[in-house]
């Protein structure tokens, strides 16, 4: 057997990348399936089989993983964002910034369309609450050797809601990706990516670009429940433990320190309200409907 790394997956195929500079074709073995566990993109596999057609034969154990989107064994997430047309909602970065939390990822954000938007409020909020923000704007190329800096060598996942600049950051990397331009009516982009796939750099950097948000949709909060969820809020940690009561939801509660932080302005109120707001979906979490990708 031989020993790669899956780069797309597509239509129920796998393509394996074991560094001879072709790809394999594979199939899944079908015991995979009886053991709930499917191939991601960003895995590293044994697989048998001649020339370019081959089989998935075992999946080496996982740093990480996401079921939407379907990858694994990241070192970080990028998320890209704007100021511009479509304006970011914080609560969409928020959203996927506890889902990648809550799997000890950490989060890079990138600002970009800073020649159309300066960005400003949302780099403020993020860097505040101890995010590394990284202003760019495809259009002039500001910012992007600092991006491409900050991920070297990595294993990265890009994500985006639709229209932000994430196909021409890319581009910006390196990379040749579809772009589209941005509806004025609808505020998103006309193309956007299809499937989850790896691409790697000259340098070592290997970037898995993934669709955007919607990908990310509240059904994938099911991986996080309410108990947990304080954690995947890296600027609430100096706060936890802190509290009156050893069981604090961090909502009403007297005594909270994390209310107090919030209150003496150490913390973001857009922060917290994301906080709240997936704290309510998560209460809906049934432990035994619990799911693993």
Same mark, same amino acid.
């Given at each position: 057997?031989?020993?790669?790394?899956?780069?797309?997956?597509?239509? *129920?195929?796998?393509?394996?990348?074991?560094?001879?500079?072709?790809?394999?074709?594979?199939? !899944? $073995?079908? $015991?995979?399936?009886?053991?709930?566990?499917?191939?991601?993109? *960003?895995?590293?596999?044994?697989?048998?089989?001649? *020339? !370019?057609?081959?089989?998935?034969?075992?999946?080496?154990?996982?740093?990480?993983?996401?079921? $939407?989107?379907?990858?694994?064994?990241?070192?970080?997430?990028?998320?890209?964002?704007?100021?511009?047309? +479509?304006? =970011?909602?914080?609560?969409?970065?928020?959203?996927?910034?506890? &889902?990648? *939390?809550?799997?000890?990822?950490?989060?890079?954000?990138?600002?970009?369309?800073?020649?159309?938007?300066?960005?400003?409020? %949302?780099?403020? &909020?993020?860097?505040?609450?101890?995010?590394?923000?990284?202003?760019?704007?495809? !259009?002039?190329?500001?910012?992007?050797?600092?991006?491409?800096?900050?991920?070297?060598?990595? =294993?990265?996942?890009?994500?985006?809601?639709?229209?932000? /600049?994430?196909?021409?950051?890319? #581009?910006?990397?390196?990379f040749s990706v579809e772009t589209g331009e941005v509806s004025e009516k609808l505020g998103r982009g006309r193309h956007t990516t299809r499937?989850?796939e790896l691409f790697p750099l000259a340098d070592g950097t290997c970037v898995i670009d993934t669709p955007g948000f919607s990908s990310f949709?509240?059904?994938?909060?099911?991986?996080?429940?309410?108990? #947990?969820?304080?954690?995947?809020?890296?600027?609430?940690? +100096?706060?936890? /433990?802190?509290?009156?009561?050893?069981?604090?939801?961090?909502?009403?509660?007297?005594?909270?320190?994390?209310?107090?932080?919030?209150?003496?302005?150490?913390?973001? +109120?857009?922060?917290?309200?994301?906080?709240?707001?997936?704290?309510?979906?998560?209460?809906?979490? $049934? %432990?035994?409907?619990?799911?693993? +990708?």
């Amino acid at each position: 057997m031989e020993r790669g790394r899956i780069v797309k997956a597509l239509s *129920g195929f796998y393509y394996v990348d074991s560094g001879n500079g072709t790809l394999t074709q594979c199939r !899944a $073995r079908g $015991r995979f399936r009886k053991e709930r566990m499917s191939p991601l993109v *960003g895995d590293w596999v044994r697989f048998s089989g001649s *020339g !370019a057609q081959g089989m998935v034969e075992e999946i080496e154990p996982r740093r990480n993983s996401f079921i $939407r989107p379907a990858v694994s064994n990241l070192d970080a997430l990028v998320v890209l964002a704007s100021g511009a047309n +479509p304006v =970011t909602d914080p609560f969409l970065i928020d959203r996927v910034a506890a &889902i990648a *939390g809550n799997q000890n990822v950490p989060v890079v954000l990138c600002v970009n369309k800073t020649d159309l938007e300066s960005g400003e409020s %949302l780099t403020r &909020i993020y860097r505040h609450a101890g995010f590394p923000v990284f202003p760019t704007s495809a !259009a002039s190329g500001e910012g992007v050797a600092a991006l491409h800096e900050a991920v070297r060598g990595k =294993t990265v996942a890009f994500t985006g809601n639709s229209g932000v /600049g994430k196909s021409s950051i890319l #581009n910006c990397l390196g990379f040749s990706v579809e772009t589209g331009e941005v509806s004025e009516k609808l505020g998103r982009g006309r193309h956007t990516t299809r499937h989850v796939e790896l691409f790697p750099l000259a340098d070592g950097t290997c970037v898995i670009d993934t669709p955007g948000f919607s990908s990310f949709d509240t059904e994938q909060m099911e991986l996080i429940l309410k108990e #947990n969820l304080q954690y995947a809020f890296p600027d609430f940690a +100096p706060y936890l /433990g802190r509290c009156r009561y050893h069981d604090c939801a961090h909502l009403s509660e007297p005594g909270c320190a994390v209310l107090e932080a919030l209150a003496a302005g150490e913390l973001e +109120p857009t922060r917290h309200a994301s906080y709240a707001r997936l704290y309510e979906a998560a209460k809906e979490i $049934r %432990l035994w409907e619990h799911k693993q +990708p």
